[in-house]
């Protein structure tokens, strides 16, 4: 009798182990198919510069500041630019200069808010916005010192951002909220 007992152990021992192989392998088949990292290829993710704006951005001259901060204007805004202190509502969408997207205030639904000149984003940003108007858009090269000096890690879907690496921000400054623009 015990041996009769030691065999089904083993044939039920086999069939828990077959079952788990094979959803350990179902697991893996269905998981590779995102494979490829926020379940959207990059070139459907949503994007403040399309491929028309990219060819005309070519022809646009690079600013640079005393910071080593470069940029370009996309679109001038037409409105007034935001005063230190005050809040921001902008949208962005930033990249590795690779050109995969680590984040984005776009795919998120709704503009990020956040009081300018007061450390509340990272140094390249709060700069670039200080000299853009409401409606304006721009691309920000900003220089590692600049940006995240202790890098960020990588996330699912988004790529890591190396410390003391450059990344680019393209952004949009939607309203200053509280600020009144004189309409023209």
């Given at each position: 009798m015990r041996i009769r007992e030691y065999d089904d152990q083993i044939t039920l021992?086999?069939?828990?182990?077959?079952?788990?192989l094979a959803f350990g392998i179902s697991c893996l088949v269905i998981s590779s198919s995102d494979a490829n990292g926020g379940g959207l290829p990059p070139e459907e993710k949503p994007r403040l510069c399309d491929s028309a704006c990219e060819k005309e951005l070519e022809n646009v001259p690079m600013v640079?500041?005393?910071?080593?901060?470069?940029?370009?204007?996309?679109?001038?805004?037409q409105g007034p630019s935001p005063p230190t202190g005050f809040q921001?509502?902008?949208?962005?969408?930033?990249?590795?200069?690779?050109?995969?997207?680590?984040?984005?205030s776009l795919e998120k639904g709704l503009p990020y808010i956040f009081r300018v000149g007061s450390g509340q984003v990272i140094k390249g940003l709060d700069e670039g916005i200080l000299s853009m108007k409401v409606g304006g858009k721009r691309r920000l090269y900003i220089p590692g010192p600049l940006a995240f000096p202790k890098g960020l890690n990588s996330t699912p879907g988004r790529p890591r951002v190396a410390a003391n690496s450059p990344v680019i921000f393209d952004v949009s400054l939607e309203y200053i909220p509280g600020l009144e623009v004189d309409e023209e």
């Amino acid at each position: 009798m015990r041996i009769r007992e030691y065999d089904d152990q083993i044939t039920l021992v086999k069939r828990r182990d077959m079952i788990g192989l094979a959803f350990g392998i179902s697991c893996l088949v269905i998981s590779s198919s995102d494979a490829n990292g926020g379940g959207l290829p990059p070139e459907e993710k949503p994007r403040l510069c399309d491929s028309a704006c990219e060819k005309e951005l070519e022809n646009v001259p690079m600013v640079t500041t005393e910071s080593g901060l470069q940029y370009k204007d996309i679109k001038l805004g037409q409105g007034p630019s935001p005063p230190t202190g005050f809040q921001v509502a902008a949208n962005y969408v930033a990249t590795v200069p690779n050109g995969q997207i680590f984040d984005s205030s776009l795919e998120k639904g709704l503009p990020y808010i956040f009081r300018v000149g007061s450390g509340q984003v990272i140094k390249g940003l709060d700069e670039g916005i200080l000299s853009m108007k409401v409606g304006g858009k721009r691309r920000l090269y900003i220089p590692g010192p600049l940006a995240f000096p202790k890098g960020l890690n990588s996330t699912p879907g988004r790529p890591r951002v190396a410390a003391n690496s450059p990344v680019i921000f393209d952004v949009s400054l939607e309203y200053i909220p509280g600020l009144e623009v004189d309409e023209e």
